[in-house]
C-alpha cells in the first residue's frame, strides 16, 4: 500500500519527508507493478554488487561506491578512500596560493560542482569557483576577463577522456590566456580524468592529476573529486556531503515501496506519465540556494531515461521531461499556465523549512505585523500547491529541515535512486546516452565538411554555396551554415546573392 507521506532519517535529528497528497496515487498502485518493481530491486542489488548492468557499453556502475567504498568490489574501495585523500591533500598544500578556482568542464562535470557551489558556499567561504561550460568564444573571453589576473586562479580541467571538444577547446584557450601573461600553467591547473586518458598525458607536471573511473558516468559524478574538489576548495564539508548521500542510499536500499522514498518518487512519475513520461516534471524549490536544482536533474533524468529502445531492443521512446526554476519566483512566470494553461505536467516541490541564518536580518524582520519574509515563502508554496491541485494538477513535496551539505547530499542521492528505479519500472538502460554521442559525431562531420569545403575555397574556387556543396558531394544547408559563419567571423568572402539563393531553396 503506498502512503501518503513518508519520513526517513538521514542523520541525528535530520529527517527527509516526501508527501505525496496531491498526487491522488491509487492505494494499490505499487501491487500493479508487481513485476518492474521486483526487478527494480534485483537491478539495484546488482548494480552495487558491480555487476555489468550498462550492457550496451559493457560497464560495471559504481556511483553508489563513491560515498560507500566498502560495497566496492575488486579492490576499488581502496582507490575511492585514496580520492578522498587527494582532495584533503590538494586543499592542504595548494589552497593557499590560489585566490581563485576556474572548473573547465561540461555536463556533469560542470553542473554538479556548480550545484554544489551554488547551494552551499557561504560569505567567508575560502574562495570563489568560476565555471567554463562551454565551447562560446565570446562566453570564454568574459571568463576570462571575469578571473583576472591569471597569477592567483587555479584551474581544474575535468575530463573522463580528455578529448571532450567543448572541455578540450576550453582548456587550450585558459592555457593560452596564460601563456600570454607569462604565468606557467602547468603551476595551475589540476586535472581530473581518467588514468592513460590524453589529458591524462598532458597533464604530467600539473599541480595534481586525480581520478575518473569508466564506471561513474558524468551525471552521477558529483559525490566523486569531480564534485568534491571544486567544494573543498571552497571550505565545504565534503564528508557530510557523502554521509548524507550515503544515508540516503542505506534509506533507498530498503526493498519495500511503501518504506522507500526513491520508489515512491519514481511510483508517482511513472503514475503520472502514465508509465511513459507523458507528462513534464517542473521542479520548484523555494530556496535560492537550489535555483540550480532543476538544471541538475535535467540532465539527470533526461539523459538517464531518455532512450529510444528498452532493454530488449524495442522501440519504446521513453523519457521524462524535467524544466524548472525556483519559487516563488516562478509564481510570477510560468506557474500561470501551470494553473490555467495545459495540463501537461506535475510538480515537484522542494521545501526548506528553516528560512536561513536565525540571526540575519532577513530571517528575524517582520515585513508587517507578525509576518517575516520567509513567512511569505512558506505560504506562497502552500498557495501555489493548492491553486494548483484545485485546478486538477498533481504535485509531491520534498521536505528537508535546511540546506547544509549532508542535505544536499541526501537530496541527489534520493533522485539519482529515484531515477534507478524509475528505469527498471519502464525497462530502460538509465546509464548510456547514445544521443548524446550521436550529436558528437554529427558535429564531427560538419567539421569535416568544414575542413574540406575551406580546403576548396584557398584553391581558388568560387560559386555559390549550392553549386559548392554539388562539387563537394554534400548537403547544401551544411555548406551554407558554415559560409555564413565563416563569413561572420572573416575567415570566407561571400557575396549575398548565392547565400540568398539556397536560403529561398530551403524556405521553399
Do not use: C
Not at 13 to 22: H, I, K, P
Amino acid at each position: 500500500m503506498i502512503p501518503e507521506y513518508l519520513e526517513v532519517a538521514i542523520g541525528e535529528g535530520v529527517n527527509v519527508a516526501l508527501d505525496l497528497r496531491w498526487m491522488e496515487l491509487a492505494p494499490d498502485f505499487d501491487g500493479r507493478l508487481a513485476a518492474p518493481l521486483a526487478r527494480a530491486w534485483s537491478d539495484l542489488a546488482a548494480t552495487e554488487r558491480g555487476e555489468v548492468v550498462n550492457a550496451d557499453e559493457n560497464r560495471r556502475v559504481g556511483h553508489y561506491w563513491l560515498r560507500a567504498p566498502e560495497l566496492a568490489p575488486d579492490g576499488l574501495g581502496a582507490e575511492i578512500g585514496e580520492s578522498w585523500r587527494d582532495v584533503e591533500r590538494v586543499v592542504l598544500r595548494h589552497a593557499g596560493r590560489f585566490a581563485r578556482v576556474l572548473v573547465v568542464g561540461i555536463g556533469g562535470s560542470a553542473l554538479g560542482p556548480q550545484l554544489l557551489a551554488d547551494a552551499l558556499a557561504r560569505p567567508g567561504d575560502a574562495r570563489t569557483v568560476t565555471f567554463l561550460d562551454n565551447t562560446d568564444p565570446d562566453g570564454i573571453t568574459r571568463v576570462l576577463h571575469a578571473i583576472a589576473p591569471l597569477a592567483e586562479v587555479l584551474v581544474i580541467v575535468i575530463s573522463k577522456s580528455g578529448g571532450t571538444p567543448e572541455t578540450r577547446n576550453g582548456y587550450l584557450i585558459v592555457k593560452a590566456a596564460f601563456e600570454a601573461v607569462d604565468v606557467t600553467f602547468a603551476e595551475h591547473a589540476i586535472a581530473i580524468t581518467q588514468v592513460g586518458s590524453t589529458l591524462h598525458k598532458e597533464a604530467a607536471g600539473w599541480v595534481a592529476r586525480l581520478p575518473m573511473w569508466d564506471w561513474v558516468g558524468g551525471r552521477t559524478s558529483v559525490t566523486s573529486v569531480v564534485g568534491l574538489l571544486p567544494a573543498a576548495l571552497q571550505g565545504v564539508d565534503t564528508r557530510g556531503f557523502l554521509d548524507g548521500a550515503r544515508a540516503m542510499d542505506a534509506a533507498t536500499r530498503i526493498p519495500v515501496a511503501a518504506e522507500n522514498p526513491a520508489a515512491l518518487m519514481a511510483l508517482a512519475w511513472h503514475a503520472a506519465g502514465g508509465g511513459r513520461g507523458d507528462k513534464a516534471m517542473v521542479v520548484l524549490p523555494y530556496k535560492d540556494r537550489l535555483v540550480l536544482l532543476s538544471r541538475y536533474l535535467q540532465q539527470l533524468v533526461m539523459e538517464s531515461l531518455g532512450k529510444a529502445t528498452d532493454r530488449s531492443g524495442t522501440l519504446v521512446h521513453q523519457g521524462l521531461t524535467v524544466f524548472g526554476n525556483k519559487g516563488s519566483t516562478d509564481q510570477h512566470a510560468y506557474v500561470q499556465q501551470l494553473r490555467d494553461g495545459r495540463a501537461d505536467f506535475f510538480a515537484t516541490f522542494i521545501e526548506v523549512l528553516e528560512d536561513g541564518p536565525p540571526d540575519a536580518l532577513a530571517s528575524t524582520l517582520e515585513v508587517e505585523p507578525g509576518v517575516r519574509a520567509g513567512d511569505y515563502l512558506s505560504g506562497l508554496l502552500a498557495g501555489t500547491r493548492t491553486a494548483l491541485s484545485e485546478a486538477g494538477r498533481r504535485s509531491l513535496t520534498l521536505t528537508v529541515p535546511w540546506i547544509d551539505a549532508a542535505v544536499l547530499g541526501a537530496i541527489v542521492a534520493l533522485f539519482e535512486r529515484a531515477v534507478s528505479i524509475y528505469a527498471s519500472l519502464v525497462n530502460v538502460n538509465a546509464y548510456h546516452q547514445p544521443g548524446v554521442e550521436a550529436g558528437k559525431q554529427a558535429a564531427a562531420s560538419v567539421l569535416e565538411i568544414q575542413r574540406r569545403l575551406y580546403e576548396v575555397l584557398a584553391s581558388g574556387a568560387s560559386g555559390t554555396a549550392d553549386a559548392l556543396a554539388f562539387q563537394l558531394d554534400v548537403d547544401a544547408r551544411d555548406v551554407y551554415h558554415l559560409l555564413r559563419h565563416g563569413a561572420a567571423n572573416g575567415r570566407v568572402a561571400v557575396r549575398g546573392q548565392g547565400l540568398e539563393r539556397v536560403f529561398s531553396k530551403l524556405e521553399g
